[in-house]
């Protein structure tokens, strides 16, 4: 667990590290995100350490952006005022825009890339009661 | 009965100065909002992150409680979205063949879909008449907040804004993601992992990963190489309409 605590801390360092010296446009972490696939693909094998605690990150993921959606509270004046708008474009952007690209993936996927065979490089995440 | 009430008030009120109350407040809405998610066949309304941050505000509004006062505790978790962001990496590892072997697909599908999703919110914000402010803060919605409030700045925009509407992008995603594809019939959880994490980056992605780890992992990819295109792309598209 610690080790693995070590793992994440130091990629996202080095990751926020390297936006700050070159003033690179994405976020540190995504950077450390690049960097511990770079390391995975040398290693060519996860720490079971690291494994474990995937695992668990995976499972709560949606919980970690609950304190920032609640920051719709400092909005209230704008939603109020112009939230109709805001709410119709932003449901009709998100549905054109996630038909456009699952429609193109499987168009593209289906005549050149099917997938593997089913449940082959499946594992599923525990869902609901396993803690 | 007018004392007891008061000294509940100031019990809540001393609690409420301390990061404790807020964090428990955060964990058990999450917990209780899954459980009602659970309970409800996965009603796609009932999506855990809108529930549970819905009744937050309603307890911070109703105690008139601000903000800041309720991130001192919340930062906690907060904090851990970054960690989260890196370990990513490991699920994307475990499914490189599969990812690999629909890299294609993945390059046509974060074209066409990062395009669309910036140009209808860039011509849906000229066909409701909103300032240039408003559609600049709108225009980056489907990319992951620190990103979309650096080109949200570039174009003239609000950042907090747009950090706002990028987290109820993501929301809303997660909430019609689901109904979407079954009423279109997409079985491919590539293609629909791929699409939710253009899309809606981060919260979408986390939805993905409750339903299958090849849909977050395809996901993952589509947050991460829309963080790029759409910064690349994003500014042309919206000088070009708007300026």
Redesign the interface.
């Given at each position: 667990m610690i080790e693995g605590?070590f793992f994440?801390?130091l990629?996202?360092l080095a990751?926020t590290a390297l936006t700050a010296l070159f003033g690179l446009?994405?976020?540190?972490?995504?950077i450390?995100?690049?960097l511990?696939?770079i390391w995975?693909?040398l290693r060519f094998k996860?720490p079971t350490s690291?494994?474990n605690?995937?695992d668990f990150?995976?499972r709560y993921?949606?919980?970690?952006?609950?304190?920032?959606?609640?920051?719709?509270?400092?909005?209230k004046d704008?939603i109020i005022a112009?939230g109709l708008?805001?709410f119709?474009?932003?449901?009709?952007?998100?549905?054109?825009?996630?038909?456009?690209?699952?429609?193109?993936?499987?168009w593209?996927?289906r005549h050149?890339?099917p997938?593997?065979g089913e449940g082959q490089?499946?594992?599923?995440?525990s869902?609901?009661?396993a803690e | 009965m007018q004392d007891s009430l008061t000294g509940f008030v100031a019990v809540f009120v001393y609690l409420g100065e301390a990061p404790l109350l807020w964090l428990t407040l955060t964990l058990g809405a999450f917990l209780a909002a899954e459980r009602l998610y659970q309970f409800s066949n996965r009603f796609a309304l009932l999506n855990p992150v809108l529930i549970s941050s819905l009744a937050i505000c309603l307890v911070l509004y109703s105690t008139g409680t601000p903000y800041d006062a309720y991130f001192r505790g919340a930062q906690f978790i907060h904090f851990l979205l970054g960690p989260a962001i890196i370990i990513l990496a490991v699920p994307v590892w475990r499914h490189r063949a599969a990812l690999w072997r629909a890299r294609f697909a993945v390059l046509v599908a974060l074209i066409i879909g990062g395009s669309v999703a910036g140009l209808s919110a860039i011509g849906l914000s000229v066909l409701f008449e909103l300032d240039l402010e408003m559609a600049a803060s709108i225009t980056p919605k489907s990319v992951t907040a620190p990103v979309a409030m650096g080109i949200a700045e570039n174009l003239g925009g609000a950042v907090s804004l747009a950090a706002l509407l990028a987290v109820l992008t993501g929301i809303s995603g997660a909430v019609l993601a689901t109904p979407l594809f079954n009423a279109f019939g997409l079985v491919d959880w590539r293609g629909r992992g791929f699409a939710v994490g253009v899309t809606c980056h981060g919260i979408g992605t986390a939805h993905a990963f409750q339903l299958s780890s090849v849909a977050g992992s395809f996901a993952t990819i589509g947050m991460a190489l829309n963080a790029l295109f759409s910064a690349i792309i994003l500014p042309v598209l919206f000088i070009f309409i708007y300026g």
């Open positions: 605590l994440i801390f990629f996202q990751g446009p994405v976020p540190g972490p995504v450390g995100m690049a511990l696939l995975l693909a996860t690291l494994d605690l995937c990150f995976l993921l949606p919980l970690l952006f609950v304190p920032a959606a609640v920051g719709v509270l400092n909005y704008i112009s708008s805001l119709i474009i932003l449901i009709f952007s998100t549905l054109a825009a996630l038909l456009a690209a699952s429609l193109s993936f499987i593209v996927a050149l890339c997938p593997i490089r499946k594992t599923r995440p869902i609901g009661g | -």
